[in-house]
């Protein structure tokens, strides 16, 4: 493949940036060769990856937290014209930002993401203001779930962005080889009613039996890891 040509007003932090997000997401996280990543992105030093991240994890990290200033001032935004006790308006001003994703053919961040969810011990470090607008989710959306016994609530919060990050993915790889999807407001709305949904459902007494085995009191809270 033929190296990319850096635009001129972007830097090459953001082009290696870029180039390997496009990579990790096509090949996987042990597919590419860092010397391929910066030959692909136009750079002359063929150690050009170590010389601005200090290493793979460095870059994955960089990666990672690249977008998520975006994704954070747009959900703010959103959040701020939800109704507080509308459960999927609650959801989509939180899954919203990163469904868009998918729209965008020459964004691989989506399925990059979906890499990162293989192992997550290489999700890293969020900024405290992602960190926070994680928590703060968390809280509204477990408010509004009351008859959800707590650990359990919170770990539904975490396996439906999961969801949601896997099925924006599909969407986008689809997009990008051409083969047809679905009309984007039925997708967003269709996935919202699914996660909600997951979100709901009714615990049977086979899960709240075995809950009560791994967390006996109603107050504990799994340990979760902050996803974007």
Avoid: W
């Avoid at 607008?133 to 707590?150: K, T, V």
């Amino acid at each position: 493949m033929t190296a990319s040509v850096a635009p001129a007003n972007r830097s090459a932090k953001q082009q290696l940036i870029l180039t390997a997000e496009r990579l990790f997401a096509v090949h996987g996280l042990d597919g590419v060769p860092l010397r391929r990543i910066g030959s692909e992105a136009g750079m002359a030093n063929k150690s050009a990856v170590h010389y601005h991240f200090g290493s793979k994890e460095g870059l994955i990290e960089a990666i990672l937290t690249s977008r998520l200033d975006d994704l954070t001032r747009r959900r703010a935004l959103l959040v701020a014209r939800t109704p507080p006790a509308d459960l999927r308006r609650v959801v989509e001003a939180h899954q919203l930002p990163l469904i868009e994703l998918a729209e965008d053919r020459d964004c691989y961040y989506l399925p990059f993401l979906e890499q990162l969810l293989h192992d997550v011990r290489l999700l890293g470090r969020f900024p405290e203001a992602h960190q926070q607008m994680e928590r703060d989710y968390y809280a509204r959306a477990g408010a509004l779930l009351p008859d959800i016994p707590q650990p359990l609530r919170d770990l539904r919060i975490q396996q439906a962005s999961s969801v949601c990050v896997y099925l924006s993915a599909s969407r986008h790889r689809m997009r990008t080889l051409d083969l047809s999807v679905p009309p984007y407001a039925f997708h967003v709305s269709q996935l919202l009613d699914a996660l909600v949904a997951q979100l709901c459902a009714p615990p049977s007494s086979e899960t709240l039996d075995t809950l009560d085995t791994v967390h006996p009191s109603s107050t504990d809270r799994p340990t979760l890891r902050a996803l974007p």
